[in-house]
């Protein structure tokens, strides 16, 4: 576990360090869109995804440097998606990552276009990979990007989400939610790692089946953390699911069997990890760090 948040740690330096360099600076006209899209973006976070992008090109033998602005464009579709989720019509939360969230502080009208921004600008950092990839290779994570984060994958899960409660949802439409509204994105991330850093169709399967198993835990381990979690620690308000009727793993099934899922899921993604070696290390201590994290 610690090796896993030292490498963390260091790919997260990596990946801010990029993002301030890719992200159009906040003095630059119009300023106030800029100064919201960095609020957001440099608030902190885990960097999880990118981080998963360059460990998954990593595990086929590709160099970090190479798939860094496709990384960098994961962080830039997850805020946007933090930043919509946190709005009235939405979730409704006043905290994110510790700090008040962008429509607190900016309004909502330069919050939603201050997510629309980020999501645009991803794939425009996702094309800029044409310059360390073949191009015919990023254009199929374009494809992978877009599905992920439409309604066929995140924005589609939120949808769901968003017209059910733990009240009546079935387990077939809670897995759904969870798989699309979270798991699409952490698919796409180990996924368009692997394609950018050369994957054959055997690796990518199988990182495949990995990242499938590994999106599920995280967002059951984020239920768990809303009944249990510590505020201080996960970065926002604690209780917003049940406050909200939001189907979660917990409401549905219940804390011990949510917390078995877990294990169960954690299990499946190492496993599928087999065929490779000390090269996916990275990967293999993401979903230890997951099945135990508590923020």
């Not at 599928?272 to 290390?281: C, T």
Request: glycine letters at 8%; aromatic letters at 6%.
């Amino acid at each position: 576990m610690p090796d896993f948040l030292q490498q963390l740690k260091q790919y997260s330096k990596l990946i801010n360090e990029a993002l301030d360099d890719l992200i159009p600076p906040s003095s630059d006209y119009p300023e106030l869109i800029h100064e919201a899209m960095r609020y957001s973006l440099m608030a902190g976070g885990k960097r999880l995804r990118p981080a998963l992008v360059i460990g998954a090109a990593q595990a086929v033998g590709c160099n970090y440097e190479r798939v860094l602005p496709t990384a960098c464009a994961f962080e830039l579709i997850h805020t946007y998606s933090l930043i919509h989720d946190d709005l009235p019509a939405m979730d409704d939360d006043d905290y994110r990552r510790g700090k008040p969230t962008c429509h607190k502080v900016y309004g909502e009208a330069m919050a939603i276009l201050a997510g629309n921004a980020l999501l645009t600008l991803a794939f425009e950092l996702i094309a800029k990979n044409a310059d360390t990839v073949p191009a015919e290779l990023v254009l199929r994570v374009i494809r992978e990007v877009a599905v992920a984060a439409g309604s066929k994958g995140l924005v589609g899960g939120q949808a769901v989400d968003i017209v059910s409660s733990s009240e009546n949802v079935s387990k077939e439409v809670l897995e759904y939610i969870h798989r699309h509204k979270t798991g699409a994105l952490l698919r796409a991330a180990v996924r368009c790692g692997a394609i950018l850093g050369g994957a054959d169709e055997k690796q990518l399967t199988a990182l495949t089946t990995y990242a499938e198993n590994l999106g599920l835990a995280f967002q059951i381990v984020d239920d768990i953390l809303d009944v249990k979690g510590d505020s201080s620690k996960i970065g926002k308000s604690v209780g917003s699911d049940e406050k909200n009727k939001k189907a979660t793993y917990p409401a549905v099934y219940g804390l011990k069997a949510a917390e078995q899922k877990v294990i169960q899921l954690t299990e499946n993604a190492i496993k599928a990890l087999e065929m490779f070696g000390k090269e996916s290390d990275f990967l293999r201590s993401a979903a230890y760090f997951n099945a135990n994290r508590d923020f």
